[in-house]
């Protein structure tokens, strides 16, 4: 089977940055995304992840964008129940390293790769340039 990234925001920040990716490496297979709408209850959006989770049956990858926010909250409330890792800090970077490794690696270690890539992908540009 193959592995699912499911990814969680706040507003629509997933779904766009699901469009992003594909701009550069075509169709996202089994990347579901969960979007935080204002109009949204906390009950609402913690029913919409747990029904996903229910569908794996293996160790799941799970990427939102802040720590402490109600999506982390929600995946790794979800945690206790379900077998998924939550990792913080979504970017594009992270998403296509994540996405381009899912079926070489474990998710453990797709999930050290996530935050490996997410603290690599910083930079001040402005000053490597002036120094190069």
Do not use: W
Not at 1 to 21: D, P
Not at 39 to 47: A, C, D, G, T
Not at 55 to 80: H, I, K, M, Q, Y
Not at 84 to 97: A, D, I, K, P, S
């Amino acid at each position: 089977m193959e592995k699912k990234i499911l990814l969680g925001s706040h507003g629509r920040f997933v779904e766009e940055l699901i469009k992003s990716a594909e701009m550069i490496v075509g169709e996202l297979k089994n990347v579901r995304s969960f979007s935080l709408l204002p109009e949204m209850s906390l009950e609402e959006y913690m029913k919409e992840v747990d029904q996903e989770l229910q569908r794996e049956s293996e160790r799941t990858l799970c990427l939102v964008d802040l720590f402490g926010g109600t999506p982390s909250n929600t995946f790794c409330a979800l945690s206790r129940k379900y077998d998924n890792v939550v990792v913080t800090g979504l970017n594009l970077g992270m998403l296509l390293e994540v996405y381009m490794n899912k079926d070489l690696m474990t998710v453990d270690e797709l999930a050290e790769l996530a935050v490996k890539t997410a603290q690599e992908s910083s930079k001040n540009a402005t000053e490597i340039l002036k120094e190069g």
